[in-house]
Antibody, heavy 124, light 104 residues
């Protein structure tokens, strides 16, 4: 059974940093791209970014709203994906979901499995 | 960047009724790249449909997806109590704003 468990959320002041972890089990983690999607309180879903598998270079892509502040990385030996969030803003307050990405082909993709999410609150 | 517009914003129906949800893209997209998700309060989203019309594992056959080009539809043939939720469409990094299906 595929399981994704996020951790590391909490209350943080604006301008500070936080690192989220996504611990995966039930599949060969290194074979898959992983993505983070967030949801502000009472709002819809917003893609944050993803990291490709090592077979596809392990490269990353980010939403414009977080580019330059957030970094996604992975440790395939531990089956963990990370979201390093720096220079946090109040508008980054959201539940952050870890997802396993599945590609249709070389470009299109969807979010096949989701973790339960971890809440990040940015407030002074 | 593609914009996905879902309608209606809220759909008020009774159990047993048919629900028809729309997702319109701002430009023509490959029909293979459209997915639908269901989200219940306090829960993570769940994949329902991918490739516009393929049901994910374990999804009941009362859920069906259709469409191509810029217009896509999620149909729930007969609403069950557990189907009242918010539904999102997605293509690449873009999500629609969601349609809430509520009990009338």
């Amino acid at each position: 059974e595929v399981q994704l468990v996020e951790s590391g959320g909490g209350l943080v002041q604006p301008g500070r940093s936080l690192r989220l972890s996504c611990t995966a089990s039930g599949f060969t983690f290194g074979d898959y791209a992983m993505s983070w999607v967030r949801q502000a309180p009472g709002k819809g879903l917003e893609w944050v970014g993803f990291i490709r598998s090592k077979a596809y270079g392990g490269t990353t892509e980010y939403a414009a709203s977080v580019k330059g502040r957030f970094t996604i990385s992975r440790d395939d030996s531990k089956s963990i994906a990370y979201l390093q969030m720096n220079s946090l803003k109040t508008e980054d307050t959201a539940v952050y979901y870890c997802t396993r990405v599945r590609y249709y082909d070389s470009s299109g993709y969807y979010f096949h499995y989701w973790g339960q999410g971890t809440l990040v609150t940015v407030s002074s | 960047e593609i914009v996905l517009t879902q309608s209606p914003g809220t759909l008020s129906l009774s159990p047993g009724e048919r629900a028809t949800l729309s997702c319109r893209a701002s430009q023509s997209v490959s029909s293979s790249y459209l997915a639908w998700y269901q989200q219940k309060p306090g829960q993570a989203p769940r994949l329902l449909i991918y490739g516009a019309s393929s049901r994910a594992t374990g999804i009941p056959d009362r859920f069906s997806g259709s469409g191509s080009g810029t217009d896509f539809t999620l149909t729930i043939s007969r609403l069950e109590p557990e189907d009242f939720a918010v539904y999102y469409c997605q293509q690449y990094e873009t999500f629609g704003q969601g349609t809430k299906v509520e009990i009338k």
